[in-house]
């Protein structure tokens, strides 16, 4: 007998937003996505083709590993360890996402948790938001986010 997944649960700050008496967000610095990101790239026998850090109002740095003839996109959440991949690089994310590749690992032993598509493709309806702001929950009300991924990597302003 199978249970059902446990929801995606996200932490307070996730959005990028929060309100007056809010501790502000936690930050992942490019850096260390950076180190971890290159660590990946030799571990596959492949290169790092770009990294973009972070920019208002953007939530994540991205990058391209080409590994072989594969461009993968990178998406580094810069309020929490989390690391999502893409089919392509975008200013924001809905359901564009697709399962990491082997070389994933690396990152996780940098400390980052890697997020699957159907994670990231889940309706954010689904997921326990009880951890976010007034804030945030009120950018999700405004903005009507339909995955948890379009929660996590957002450019919302």
Known sequence: MHEPPTPFRPEAGITGFHGPRDPAPAVTDAATCRTALYAAARDAAGRVEGFTAQAYPRTFHSATVRVHDAAHI???HVHQPLVAFAADQLDWYADEFVDPPKWSDTLARHGFTILTAPQLCAPFTEADASA??????????????K??????????D
């Open 147 to 156: 995955t948890v991924g379009a929660v996590l990597f957002n450019s919302w």
């Open 74 to 76: 990178v998406l580094f």
């Open 132 to 145: 976010l702001s007034a804030a945030e929950r009120a950018q999700v009300a405004y903005w009507h986010p």
